[in-house]
């Protein structure tokens, strides 16, 4: 690794700490905003009660010393703090849980998505114009179009209740199936087009016309040339789309109740759990900045040719 290269990625995970200490500043600070407070909904709480829960949850101390509190937890110790609706657990704990299932379940998806993605993208692009290239934009322009949570829905009356070839519960194996091809439906579209466009620029450019000038292999040429210059765009879209998977989860997994975090959060947002809200919104969006980060630096390796300033 050059000095140069070693510069930028220095330069990139410093900003990507510096987005990340704006994310908990900013999450802090809105959940302050809001108004009403975590002890609202509690029956019958006197104002000797609310201010005693408030003097353990610390939240009777200046706004601006339970920010550098909440700060200095999180740097030193990875700590979020207690949750307010789920008495006796951590919110490091209760995120903790929740990713065990939702990583696997967006890692699943995502490679779906990669792999199938590719292929059909290559596939339509070597045979444009023909009735597989336009049935396959057609297809992939409906999964692109149809939100998420009513793709599910759909699969779940056609699979779970009309067909019943799968449980609609997402707390079993068999059950995971219909959430993970949910989630990968999607960025299995995007990736489709992203390849099919970047290989039909590809196959145009010179180098691949002297390539089959010099009597190269076709295969040869759409594997070893055309079809790995075509992923840059793929690696691009493919670090953030695998944070959305696991962030943009969290409407399939109430649909399915997969006991993720994504189905964590929104019940978190129903009960006013403040410290969930945050916890989760802080590490949720710490995984996009992240993959955003390994996605630039994966520039580099794939395409050397690549100026990296």
Same mark, same amino acid.
Do not use: C
């Given at each position: 690794?050059?000095?140069?290269?070693?510069?930028?990625?220095?330069?990139?995970?410093?900003?990507?700490?510096?987005?990340?200490?704006?994310?908990?500043?900013?999450?802090?600070?809105?959940?302050?905003?809001?108004?009403?407070?975590?002890?609202?909904?509690?029956?019958? $709480?006197?104002?000797?009660?609310? =201010? !005693? &829960?408030?003097?353990?949850?610390?939240? #009777? *101390?200046?706004? %601006?010393?339970?920010?550098?509190?909440?700060?200095?937890?999180?740097?030193?110790?990875?700590?979020?703090?207690?949750?307010?609706?789920?008495?006796?657990?951590?919110?490091?704990?209760?995120?903790?849980?929740?990713?065990?299932?939702?990583?696997?379940?967006?890692?699943?998806?995502?490679?779906?998505?990669?792999?199938?993605? $590719?292929?059909?993208?290559?596939? =339509? !692009? &070597?045979?444009?114009?023909?009735?597989? #290239? *336009?049935?396959? %934009?057609?297809?992939?322009?409906?999964?692109?179009?149809?939100?998420?949570?009513?793709?599910?829905?759909?699969?779940?009356?056609?699979?779970?209740?009309?067909?019943?070839?799968?449980?609609?519960?997402?707390?079993?194996?068999?059950?995971?199936?219909?959430?993970?091809?949910?989630?990968?439906?999607?960025?299995?579209?995007?990736?489709?087009?992203?390849?099919?466009?970047?290989?039909?620029?590809?196959?145009?450019? #010179?180098?691949?016309?002297?390539?089959?000038?010099?009597?190269?292999?076709?295969?040869?040429?759409?594997?070893?040339?055309?079809?790995?210059?075509?992923?840059?765009?793929?690696?691009?879209?493919?670090?953030?789309?695998?944070?959305?998977?696991?962030?943009?989860?969290?409407?399939?997994?109430?649909?399915?109740?997969?006991?993720?975090?994504?189905?964590?959060?929104?019940?978190?947002?129903?009960?006013?759990?403040?410290?969930?809200?945050?916890?989760?919104?802080?590490?949720?969006?710490?995984?996009?900045?992240?993959?955003?980060?390994?996605?630039?630096?994966?520039?580099?390796?794939?395409?050397?040719?690549?100026?990296?300033?």
């Amino acid at each position: 690794m050059n000095s140069k290269t070693a510069l930028y990625i220095l330069k990139r995970v410093l900003l990507a700490l510096f987005t990340v200490f704006l994310v908990i500043t900013i999450t802090f600070f809105a959940m302050k905003a809001v108004p009403g407070g975590p002890f609202m909904s509690e029956k019958a $709480v006197s104002p000797e009660v609310q =201010a !005693a &829960l408030e003097a353990k949850y610390g939240l #009777d *101390k200046p706004v %601006m010393e339970q920010y550098f509190t909440y700060v200095k937890g999180i740097v030193t110790e990875f700590d979020f703090g207690p949750s307010i609706k789920q008495r006796g657990r951590d919110v490091t704990d209760i995120i903790v849980t929740g990713m065990k299932t939702s990583i696997p379940l967006g890692v699943a998806a995502a490679g779906i998505a990669l792999i199938v993605g $590719v292929i059909l993208g290559a596939g =339509a !692009a &070597l045979r444009r114009n023909t009735v597989f #290239d *336009k049935s396959i %934009m057609v297809s992939m322009t409906a999964f692109v179009s149809m939100p998420s949570f009513i793709m599910g829905s759909l699969l779940l009356l056609l699979f779970a209740v009309a067909l019943q070839w799968l449980p609609a519960n997402g707390t079993t194996k068999a059950g995971l199936i219909l959430p993970i091809i949910t989630l990968s439906l999607s960025p299995m579209a995007h990736i489709t087009r992203l390849t099919r466009s970047s290989m039909l620029d590809v196959l145009g450019q #010179d180098y691949i016309r002297t390539a089959k000038a010099k009597g190269v292999s076709g295969r040869k040429i759409i594997f070893g040339h055309a079809l790995k210059n075509s992923l840059i765009p793929v690696i691009t879209y493919f670090g953030p789309m695998l944070a959305y998977i696991v962030t943009g989860s969290l409407v399939v997994e109430k649909i399915f109740a997969v006991p993720g975090i994504g189905r964590t959060f929104v019940s978190s947002i129903t009960d006013r759990d403040y410290p969930v809200i945050m916890g989760t919104t802080i590490v949720l969006a710490t995984l996009i900045v992240f993959m955003n980060l390994v996605s630039d630096i994966l520039y580099k390796v794939v395409d050397p040719r690549i100026n990296l300033k």
